[in-house]
């Protein structure tokens, strides 16, 4: 069965590094997202993404965030400077199906931790 | 904006007996409702959705979830839980806008575990 994969697993990096997660989507899928999870709290949608461009993104996603695809099969994620308060699990998804109504599919998600 | 509710942390059902997880929402336009299952250490697994049509949607694994406009509710149920059905459960809702446009993102709730006991 078709899944999303995530790369790292766990990153632990020092404030103010640039982390960048990787996300490989469902081959076919068309719309893309990255949501986090802080610990114990719920899960909170960063952006959308899809022919090749943002089409909306939440209050969190700041200058500080970016995304891409840069090969046609990668997604990613970029903090340009971590904060503390960025330490989350951070979950890709996609979706076939047009957006709004399409199920998502998650990756296991990429657990970082900022020192 | 959209918001969801869901007002227990965490709900006790034994083995065989019927379960519900309770959810409310608000959006300004059409809601999309959704269920997820979240496992210990694993990613968000879709369960159902209600887009339009049958207010009763039956989903994976024996759940289903009713769609009550009145009540801006989407709850989720099962007639007899399993002690695999142990995990954490997310309702979530997208504004569906007007006429279909609306919202790219998922507002979740703050998840219910829901814990089968043997």
């Known amino acids: 069965e078709p899944e999303v994969t995530q790369t790292p697993s766990h990153q632990v990096t020092q404030m103010g590094q640039e982390v960048i997660l990787r996300c490989v989507p469902i081959s076919n899928h068309l719309y893309f997202y990255w949501y986090r999870q802080i610990l114990g709290q719920k899960v909170e949608f960063l952006v959308s993404f899809y022919n090749n461009e943002i089409s909306e993104k939440s209050e969190i996603f700041d200058d500080q965030f970016s995304v891409e695809r840069p090969d046609g099969s990668n997604f990613t994620l970029k903090i340009r400077s971590t904060k503390l308060e960025d330490s989350a699990m951070y979950f890709c998804?996609?979706?076939?199906?047009?957006?709004?109504?399409?199920?998502?599919?998650f990756g296991e998600g990429s657990r970082l931790t900022v020192l | 904006a959209q918001s969801v509710a869901q007002p227990e942390d965490q709900v006790n059902v034994a083995e065989g007996n019927p379960l519900t997880v309770k959810c409310t929402y608000s959006?300004?336009?059409?809601?999309?409702l959704f269920w997820y299952v979240q496992y210990p250490n694993r990613g968000l697994q879709f369960l159902l959705k209600?887009?339009?049509?049958?207010?009763l949607v039956k989903g994976s694994y024996g759940f289903e979830a009713e769609f009550n406009k009145s009540q801006t509710s989407f709850h989720l149920k099962k007639p007899s839980a399993l002690v695999s059905d142990s995990a954490l459960y997310f309702c979530a809702v997208r504004d569906g806008g007007a006429s279909g446009g609306g919202a790219d993102g998922l507002t979740f709730g703050k998840g219910t575990h829901l814990i089968i006991q043997p």
């Open positions: 998804a996609s979706t076939g199906t047009r957006a709004n109504t399409g199920e998502l599919f």
């Open positions: 209600y887009i339009t049509g049958d207010n």
């Open positions: 959006v300004s336009g059409n809601p999309y």
